[in-house]
Structures are given as structure tokens and as C-alpha cells.
Nanobody, 120 residues
Framework: QVQFVESGGGLVQAGGSLRLSCAAS????????MGWYRQAPGKQRELVAA????????NYADSVKGRFTISRDNAKNTVALQMNSLKPEDTAVYYC?????????????WGQGTQVTVSS
């Protein structure tokens, strides 16, 4: 069993910064990849950024390239998203996502989400 919890969301003015973090906990699990998704009201959930555990390769949505940076600490089972130059259109609930193996089964896991609101 694996559990993920996000933190770091909040209110910020346009042009400001926030740092989101996600921590995994449990026993007898390995994580292959972690990332962040976001979903705004009336919008589809979209991938923001992802990073693999083996070589650290990253993938970003075009809308956040150059502004957001994803990082991970494999030893601590955490992933972070540094969000700079925030725009009102970044407002959404941000979800931590991971591909992990536990009890011999690999599947996706989701955190509960953290709200990010950017005002103009």
C-alpha cells in the first residue's frame, strides 16, 4: 500500500511563485515515475510535469515550459514542483501522480489534490 499527500498550494498574485511537494509513504513499494496534473473547473485534467525515477528524464506541458521545474528525491520518495511567473490561467487543483509497484502490482496512485489560485 502506498499513500501520497500534497502540500504547498495557496493564493498568490500573478508573477509570484509557489513550491508544491508530494510525499509518498507506505511499505514494500517502489516508484517508477512521479508527476503533477492539474484540473480547473470545467476543464479536463492535464499533465503539468513528470519525472522518471531511473534516469530523471522530464516532460512538461507546453504552457509551463520555462516557468515550472519538477524535481525528485528518490531516497525520500518525494517530488516537488517549483512554479515561477505564475499566471491566472495556472489556477487549478494540482494532483500528485505516481506509477508505483506495491505487493507485486504496478498501478497509478493519486494524491488528494492541493488548490493553487493565482490572482491578477
Amino acid at each position: 500500500q502506498v499513500q501520497f499527500v500534497e502540500s504547498g498550494g495557496g493564493l498568490v498574485q500573478a508573477g509570484g511563485s509557489l513550491r508544491l511537494s508530494c510525499a509518498a509513504s507506505g511499505s514494500s513499494f517502489t516508484i517508477n515515475a512521479m508527476g503533477w496534473y492539474r484540473q480547473a473547473p470545467g476543464k479536463q485534467r492535464e499533465l503539468v510535469a513528470a519525472i522518471t525515477s531511473d534516469d530523471g528524464s522530464t516532460n512538461y506541458a507546453d504552457s509551463v515550459k520555462g516557468r515550472f521545474t519538477i524535481s525528485r528525491d528518490n531516497a525520500k520518495n518525494t517530488v516537488a514542483l517549483q512554479m515561477n511567473s505564475l499566471k491566472p490561467e495556472d489556477t487549478a487543483v494540482y494532483y500528485c501522480n505516481a506509477v508505483a509497484r506495491a505487493d507485486g502490482v504496478e498501478r497509478n496512485y493519486w494524491g488528494q489534490g492541493t488548490q493553487v489560485t493565482v490572482s491578477s
